[in-house]
């Protein structure tokens, strides 16, 4: 379903058009670049796919955001496996999804229609398995991990403290959980999901239910869009 290509621009480029574009003074323009800048503040390079960005906001966007504050990770880092391990991990190289580089630790999101079958389950294992053995810890995502709201924040919570980031409950009441609600519609939303979940061919899951909402919803691991 994904090809992979050279990205149409980056978060450089987009950067610098917006610096240009605010030194038009007076400008409609110029009041559009102001916002784009302080949204390029927490763009990251380097996605794969829509999924890895929903991961990835969803977890280091600011909690004024609704996300969870964590530091921003790497998208799709590239780490060499030195030739004494690659006997022992199978492998050459890796590209962790996401990735902190100070904590050697990983969180990769498998899309169904990609990741299932047996050969496909047996080269997701031995890639865990591969980073482990590269002393790299590694967190595997599916969509009912992101999709349940509750699901989610356990996990966000595990990530957390692998990370040695505390979450302050104090800064993460009612406030924040609406914040967090209006985030996840904006990201998870219906017609968003339809249509990823169409080109991905998961339209046999026939019903596309929404975003688990705060105080209800679906239980963690039932039937979500594949992807």
């Not at 409609?28 to 670049?33: F, P, Q, S, Y």
């Not at 040695?164 to 939303?189: C, P």
């Not at 688990?212 to 869009?225: L, M, S, Y």
Request: net charge positive; aromatic share 10%; with cysteine.
């Amino acid at each position: 379903p994904y090809t992979r290509c050279q990205p149409l621009t980056s978060r450089e480029s987009l950067r610098l058009y917006a610096v240009k574009a605010k030194g038009v003074a007076g400008t409609k323009g110029a009041k559009g670049a102001t916002k784009l800048c302080r949204a390029l503040g927490y763009a990251i390079g380097g996605s794969a796919s829509p999924m890895e960005t929903v991961v990835a906001m969803l977890l280091s966007l600011p909690k004024k955001h609704g996300g969870y504050g964590l530091p921003r990770p790497r998208l799709n880092h590239w780490l060499q496996v030195p030739g004494t391990l690659r006997s022992v991990t199978g492998r050459s190289e890796f590209f962790c999804d996401l990735y902190w580089l100070d904590r050697r630790f990983a969180v990769e999101y498998d899309g169904r229609p990609y990741h299932t079958g047996y050969s496909n389950l047996q080269k997701d294992y031995a890639r865990d398995n591969g980073l482990d053995d590269f002393g790299i810890g590694v967190k595997t995502l599916m969509a009912p991990d992101v999709f349940d709201v509750d699901c989610f924040d356990g996990i966000a919570r595990q990530i957390a403290r692998r990370l040695n980031v505390r979450l302050r409950e104090e800064r993460m009441g009612k406030a924040w959980v609406e914040k967090r609600g209006q985030l996840r519609r904006e990201l998870l939303d219906r017609d968003y999901r339809f249509r990823l979940g169409l080109a991905l061919g998961a339209n046999e899951c026939g019903f596309y239910p929404e975003p688990k909402t705060e105080g209800g919803g679906t239980a963690c691991g039932e039937d979500v869009p594949a992807f």
